[in-house]
């Protein structure tokens, strides 16, 4: 089936220092979705790509559909960015698979 | 305010009962989803809608179905249930992907927690 593998799996980071995650994919996406799951349980949307790159202040995320991966690189980390970090993939119409999630925590 | 209303936030059940999880998204999207989130794996995908039809079911097991009354509705009733089935459950919607940019995005809901003694 449809996989996506992301890595690390947990991640410390001191305040100030950055850092990226992947997602491999094992079959064409036709996006990648980026979420961070809060200490609440709360997932907030970070990006959403068909294709290259998007910036949002300390973030920015690039998917590369033909070599099938996405990263997200983080800068400048600060406290509130701990949490867990999803990458989610669009399979096919109405469905998509999310990876294992990356747990960061930011060090003071 | 939120514009993806899940009810209730948290249940407890005991085995062998039924419950139902209220899914209701004010964000004019076509497309709902149930995902689940438990200790022992990701977010895994459970099912999708578009305009109140099935479009993906990957569950298992026939104890989850979902019900759309309507289109911005989408509850799932879990029968008989079982200690496994503990977890948080997420509803998301998006517009009907592939139709233009971003049209696929998720958006999710604060999820319920499901936990069965």
């Known amino acids: 089936g449809d996989q996506v593998e992301q890595s690390p799996s947990a991640l410390s980071l001191h305040e100030g220092t950055g850092s990226a995650l992947r997602c491999n994919f094992t079959?064409?996406?036709?996006?990648v979705q980026w979420f961070q799951q809060n200490s609440r349980g709360s997932l907030i949307n970070l990006f959403y790509l068909a294709s290259g790159t998007k910036e949002n202040g300390r973030l920015k995320s690039t998917f590369n559909s033909k070599e099938s991966y996405s990263t997200l690189h983080i800068r400048d980390a600060q406290l509130e960015d701990s949490g867990t970090y999803f990458c989610?993939?669009?399979?096919?119409?109405?469905?998509?698979?999310f990876g294992a999630g990356t747990r960061l925590k930011v060090i003071a | 305010d939120p514009k993806i209303i899940q009810k209730p936030k948290y249940l407890v059940a005991v085995t062998g009962s039924e419950k139902i999880l209220i899914c209701e998204q004010y964000?004019?999207?076509?497309?709902m989803y149930w995902y689940r989130q438990s200790a022992k794996k990701p977010l895994e995908f459970m099912f999708s809608y578009s305009y109140q039809k099935l479009m993906d079911n990957q569950t298992a097991s026939s104890r989850f179905q979902p019900q759309s009354s309507k289109k911005n509705h989408l509850d799932l009733q879990i029968t008989a249930l079982k200690p496994d089935d503990s977890a948080t459950y997420f509803c998301?919607?998006?517009?009907?992907?592939?139709?233009?940019?971003?049209?696929?995005?998720?958006?999710f809901g604060e999820g319920s927690k499901l936990t069965v003694l």
């Open positions: 079959t064409t996406m036709r996006a």
């Open positions: 989610a993939a669009e399979a096919g119409n109405y469905k998509y698979v």
């Open positions: 998301a919607s998006s517009q009907d992907p592939g139709q233009g940019a971003d049209t696929g995005q998720l958006y």
């Open positions: 964000l004019g999207h076509n497309a």
